[in-house]
T-cell receptor
Framework: GQNIDQPTEMTATEGAIVQINCTYQ??????LFWYQQHAGEAPTFLSYNVLDGLEEKGRFSSFLSRSKGYSYLLLKELQMKDSASYLCVVNTNAGKSTFGDGTTLTVKP | GAVVSQHPSRVICKSGTSVKIECRSLDFQATTMFWYRQFPKQSLMLMAT?????????EQGVEKDKFLINHASLTLSTLTVTSAHPEDSSFYIC????????????FGPGTRLTVT
């Protein structure tokens, strides 16, 4: 089976930096995705990591360590619109995706 | 980027009736489509995976006779909720994937189903 753990809730201040961690246990690992989901809307793609290291895309960065089963999503220069749920999703070689329960981020002024 | 549409966006139906939800990939061919259900404040739960031209693969606990999935073409998959009951009220989301290196999924906007 696959287990994905991420914090349930986080709060941060506008303009600050926040790091959302995700740990996973899986067999046949084939990539990790981060998605953003606003309430009542479908998820949107943020980042993809399949090799160890940091992927940077604007204000968002994602890091992966396969040996540790660990990833984080880093959000810089937080804006109010970043308040959303952030989903850590692990793919396997079988093409199956498993979603974490999501981290609800609240950005305060 | 790749666009996936869903129709309808919202539907209200009476208990015992059937509802069909369409999922279309608008600018790419989707080898695989996924159907998810999401209850309030919970994560997405995969219901089934469908590949074009073959029968859908259902997750454990999902009744295939109640949730009928048809993936007739590389751009269209449909989910029919048969004999709907109030407990079927949920947010249904489809996603489509081009089978490639990343298996990235492109999500539709979702369908809010309310069964009265």
């Amino acid at each position: 089976g696959q287990n994905i753990d991420q914090p349930t809730e986080m709060t941060a201040t506008e303009g600050a930096i926040v790091q959302i961690n995700c740990t996973y246990q899986t067999s046949g690992f084939n990539g990790l995705f981060w998605y953003q989901q606003h309430a009542g809307e479908a998820p949107t793609f943020l980042s993809y990591n399949v090799l160890d290291g940091l992927e940077e895309k604007g204000r968002f960065s994602s890091f992966l360590s396969r040996s540790k089963g660990y990833s984080y999503l880093l959000l810089k220069e937080l804006q109010m619109k970043d308040s959303a749920s952030y989903l850590c999703v692990v793919n396997t070689n079988a093409g199956k995706s498993t979603f974490g329960d999501g981290t609800t981020l609240t950005v305060k002024p | 980027g790749a666009v996936v549409s869903q129709h309808p966006s919202r539907v209200i139906c009476k208990s015992g009736t059937s509802v069909k939800i369409e999922c279309r990939s608008l600018d790419f061919q989707a080898t695989t489509m996924f159907w998810y259900r999401q209850f309030p404040k919970q994560s997405l739960m995969l219901m089934a995976t469908s590949n074009e031209g073959s029968k859908a693969t259902y997750e454990q606990g999902v009744e295939k006779d109640k949730f009928l999935i048809n993936h007739a073409s590389l751009t269209l998959s449909t989910l029919t909720v048969t004999s709907a009951h109030p407990e079927d009220s949920s947010f249904y989301i489809c996603s489509a994937s081009q089978r490639g290196e990343t298996y990235e999924q492109y999500f539709g906007p979702g369908t809010r189903l309310t069964v009265t």
